[in-house]
């Protein structure tokens, strides 16, 4: 994909971003739709890297994919440490965690319906 004028749609996001976690291993990825819920994005993923350099990793390979695709720049909070990886990209927002820290916050609760809860356990 090259580098147009047209921006994506928040679908066509989602499914880069889902396609670059897939590349780089993440683990357990958990995308939850938004729309209707929150002003805040469309979609929401969640996923885990198995050790601090690896979330690093994954965050730094997202963020440079999609500038390249998209021409998009994403704000990243927490890079520097490696527990949580928050990745804005306007329409999708990114959590990467490390497992245990992933455990502790529980944001798939807090943002889930108890059917999509149910989906993703079946996952």
Request: negative net charge.
């Amino acid at each position: 994909m090259s580098l147009t004028s047209k921006q994506p749609s928040s679908e066509e996001l989602l499914e880069r971003i889902l396609s670059s976690l897939d590349d780089d291993k993440a683990e357990d990825v958990v995308r939850i739709d938004l729309r209707g819920k929150s002003e805040i994005a469309d979609y929401m993923v969640i996923c885990s890297g198995r050790s601090s350099r690896q979330v690093q990793s994954i965050a730094e390979k997202l963020t440079d994919r999609l500038k390249q695709d998209f021409g998009r720049l994403s704000k990243v909070e927490g890079k520097e440490q490696g527990d949580w990886v928050l990745i804005d990209t306007g329409d999708v927002i990114v959590h990467v965690f490390r497992p245990e820290v992933r455990a502790f916050y529980q944001l798939e609760k807090m943002w889930m319906s108890p059917e999509q809860a149910v989906a993703a356990a079946r996952n």
